[in-house]
Structures are given as structure tokens and as C-alpha cells.
């Protein structure tokens, strides 16, 4: 009917259009690698944490409460993770640390994951592994990358996020299957197959935080907004630095802590150079 494609077409218009918007900007290209490229290895992980804990608890009789009870222990631990750091780190960790800093913490430990899983392929060794990235996804790394919309636009922060979030997700989660069942439940065959591309994902997820930490640290000091089309400053603003919000303890805070760091050392190397002239 007309009201079916109606809708087919307003779901279309709206995915094409969120992916014009990501594709258009290089920093919101690199807030879809934040996103996506750590859930293909989330994706393959729990997949082998699985078949090995099936393989564990046996076939016989009893053996799906048994594995019922691991998955149970699991959630619980990744949940009391989360609890943890969202109570009394995650606070403290963007005030010392800052956003740029922050973002580099949940890949490398992801990197470390992934080879210490593959070195040990031990249920207790992934199973523990598994339930703290879980953890740290929900406590440190999401909230870290919401805070990235921050110098965007409505329209990247609604329309573009939608996208990623609903599609670049989803792709990201089948890519991650497409991998995993080419190993058809033998733990040795997803070994072989998969440590090359999770070791590979987990690099450039590196790198891509490292990027998008640096860009999102020049855009809040310059004070500016990446827009459809265009990178400028908000409305009614002038470019400029921006001013470092300080604490009741006079400690700066968090996502302007670098910042303010890097332009002390400029001054002071400018005071020296006036110096030496003199």
C-alpha cells in the first residue's frame, strides 16, 4: 500500500542520509570506528567463550543448567565491573585524564584481550577477560564516546548517531559473526581464524581513538562545531580557547585538563625564546 511505501521510503531517505553525514566528516567517520570495530571483536570473544563453556559443562545430563549457571556467574561479574567503575572511577578518570586519555584505555585493553585469549585459550582466562571488557563498554568506553558529540552539530548528533548506533552497530556485530561461524564451533579452527583479524581491529581501533582523542581536544580548545558540510564556530562565537572549567578544589576538569596543559608548555616556550632574545 501506499502508506507501506511510505514508510519503506522515509526509513531509506533517513539511512542514506545518516550515512552522507558520517561518511562526510573524517572526526565522525572516526566516532563510527569507536563504535563499531571493538563489537566484531566483542562479537567473536563471546562466541569462544561460549562454545568452550559448552564444551566444559559436557552433553550429559544437567548440562544446560551448568552452562546456564556460567553464563549467570558471567553476568554478574561483568555487571558488578560496571557498577564499580561507574561509581568510583569513571569520575575520577575523565578529571585526571581527560577525554583524549580516556578513550585510549578501553582499546588497549582490548588489544590485550585479544592476545592473551588467543596465547591462552582457557575458559577462566576469557571468561574473566570477556566480563570486564563488558564491563569497562557499559562504564568507561560509552559514556567516553557520547561525549564526542559534543562539538557536532544537531544534525550529527541525532541523524548521524542514529546511524551509527542502529546500523553501524548491527554491521559491525554480523561482521563479527560472518567470523565466527566460519569456525562451526571447534575453538582451534576460530584460533586460527579469527586472532589475525581481531588483532587487526583491535590495532586500528587504537589508532582511530588516538585520532579522534586529538581532534575532539583541537576542537573544544578552538571552539568549534563540525557541522553538515563544514567545521565552524557555534553561533554568536568567535573562535577561541576555551576557558578551563575548574573544580570546588580548584582542580581543572576533566575534558579540558590537557588542553590547558599543552598551551602552559606553548607559553612557557615562548617566555624562554623572549628571554634568550634579550
Not at 166 to 184: M, P, Y
Not at 266 to 274: I, K, N, R, T
Request: proline share 5%; with cysteine; charged share 20%.
Amino acid at each position: 500500500s501506499d502508506g507501506e511505501l511510505g514508510f519503506v521510503g522515509r526509513i531509506i531517505t533517513g539511512f542514506l542520509d545518516g550515512l552522507r553525514l558520517v561518511l562526510s566528516h573524517g572526526y565522525v567517520m572516526g566516532v563510527l570506528g569507536i563504535s563499531c570495530l571493538y563489537e566484531v571483536v566483542l562479537t567473536v570473544l563471546d562466541y569462544e567463550m561460549k562454545i568452550i563453556g559448552k564444551a566444559r559443562v559436557g552433553d550429559g545430563r544437567g548440562a544446560a543448567g551448568r552452562f546456564a549457571e556460567l553464563m549467570g556467574h558471567f553476568g554478574q561479574l561483568t555487571n558488578a565491573v560496571s557498577l564499580l567503575v561507574s561509581l568510583f572511577l569513571f569520575s575520577a578518570i575523565m578529571r585526571r585524564l581527560g577525554v583524549r586519555r580516556a578513550l585510549l584505555i578501553f582499546p588497549t585493553l582490548l588489544l590485550g584481550a585479544v592476545v592473551v585469549t588467543f596465547a591462552f585459550p582457557n575458559l577462566w582466562v576469557i571468561f574473566v577477560c570477556m566480563s570486564f571488557l563488558k564491563g569497562l563498554t557499559y562504564s568507561l568506553n560509552e559514556p567516553a564516546k557520547e561525549m564526542l558529540y559534543m562539538p557536532t552539530d544537531n544534525d550529527i548528533k541525532y541523524r548521524a548517531k542514529a546511524w551509527i548506533d542502529v546500523f553501524g552497530s548491527r554491521l559491525a556485530k554480523a561482521l563479527g559473526s560472518s567470523i565466527s561461524n566460519r569456525a562451526r564451533g571447534d575453538p582451534a579452527r576460530l584460533a586460527e581464524l579469527a586472532w589475525l583479524p581481531l588483532l587487526f581491529a583491535s590495532v586500528v581501533l587504537l589508532a582511530v581513538s588516538y585520532y579522534v582523542g586529538w581532534r575532539f581536544q583541537r576542537l573544544v580548545r578552538d571552539g568549534l562545531v563540525v557541522e553538515r558540510g563544514a567545521t565552524r564556530p557555534p553561533k554568536g562565537l568567535s573562535p577561541g580557547p576555551a576557558p578551563p572549567p575548574v573544580s570546588d578544589g580548584g582542580e581543572r576538569g576533566g575534558v579540558g585538563d590537557e588542553i590547558d596543559d599543552e598551551d602552559e608548555e606553548e607559553d612557557d616556550d615562548a617566555g624562554d625564546g623572549g628571554d634568550g632574545e634579550g
